[in-house]
């Protein structure tokens, strides 16, 4: 069992998002207590292989940062697995290694990263290609961790860059364009920063004092958007404020639609249409409004736009589905 520990009454349940393999048609899951399962979605569900993490690795609770009194927080494993050719990859944070490669047929482990520190409780591992090298980006407890995943390197560290926060709240996941990417969270940093990834480490290009909550910045046509209190638009270049506006509450998601708009999703069950700045370069500026869409107040998960319709859900797992009109 994890050694689950603050909020335990707030949260139940898995939190990481399944990776779906069209090779082979297995889904993997991962569960808050560690268990790593394979599922053969073309026999019926059946289990083809499993494993527990905390057993097979022995992996400690996750310490307190130290940065405020008794902020120690572990919320078990919440990052999802991601598929990578013949591998389904795992962020561990075992004292063998940080990351962990499975076969994803069998679950024979097949290498164990350099990185041996904690892990974190983003919601995934991003792929980034650096120098023409395949790579993972991942923000783990203490740092921001750069992993190769190139044959005869797999496993070797070709960046990290500090980033610890107060709670175990490097909640965000990094968003990553080209060889650049973004690190930001609300606790203690309350910020933004730009990093460029080569092959012999990280270089900070900027950071400002601008941070969302719970949804990760969306990068669009040189203009950086992130839902915090407010809806900011940002300079992908420089790192400065466009513009800003709205009202959303404590952790809000955005996406941009294929007309160059701006759909964010706030806690307050709130869905908001907004124009981009390629249709609105100076001001923030709002179209319409979906209000009190659930009773619960934290809409933290983030929402979809798939086949035409939009999806948005709440912690307490209502889930609602919205057409749009042409």
């Not at 909550?213 to 400065?240: F, Q």
Request: aromatic share 10%; net charge neutral; hydrophobic share 35%.
């Amino acid at each position: 069992a994890r050694y689950a520990v603050g909020d335990e009454t707030a949260y139940a349940g898995p939190t990481s998002t399944p990776e779906y393999d069209a090779e082979t048609r297995y889904l993997y899951t991962l569960s808050c207590d560690g268990d790593l399962n394979c599922w053969n979605t073309a026999a019926d569900g059946k289990k083809v292989w499993g494993l527990n993490l905390y057993d097979r690795f022995h992996v400690r609770q996750r310490p307190a940062s130290g940065i405020e009194k008794n902020d120690l927080r572990d919320y078990g494993y919440t990052t999802a697995p991601y598929i990578h050719h013949d591998w389904v990859i795992v962020e561990v944070g075992s004292d063998e290694g940080h990351l962990m490669a499975f076969d994803k047929r069998d679950g024979a482990r097949r290498w164990v990263s350099r990185y041996r520190e904690p892990a974190g409780h983003t919601g995934g591992l991003v792929p980034i290609t650096i120098e023409h090298t395949a790579c993972l980006a991942v923000l783990a407890l203490n740092d921001l961790v750069v992993t190769r995943l190139d044959e005869g390197h797999a496993g070797e560290v070709i960046a990290t860059y500090p980033w610890k926060s107060a709670w175990a709240n490097n909640v965000l996941t990094p968003t990553v364009q080209d060889d650049c990417l973004l690190l930001t969270s609300f606790h203690t940093h309350h910020a933004i920063c730009k990093l460029k990834i080569s092959l012999s480490g990280a270089e900070r290009l900027w950071e400002q004092p601008y941070a969302s909550h719970v949804g990760s910045p969306v990068i669009d046509r040189n203009r950086v958007y992130m839902a915090g209190e407010r809806l900011m638009c940002l300079d992908w270049t420089t790192g400065k404020l466009v513009w800003q506006g709205g009202a959303y509450g404590y952790g809000g998601a955005c996406l941009v639609t294929g007309d160059q708009r701006l759909i964010v999703w706030s806690d307050r069950g709130l869905a908001t249409l907004v124009e981009s700045a390629q249709r609105s370069p100076t001001e923030y500026r709002q179209l319409a409004r979906l209000a009190h869409l659930f009773s619960s107040p934290q809409a933290w998960p983030h929402p979809l736009i798939a086949a035409g319709r939009f999806y948005c859900k709440d912690r307490q797992g209502s889930l609602k589905c919205f057409g749009f009109a042409k």
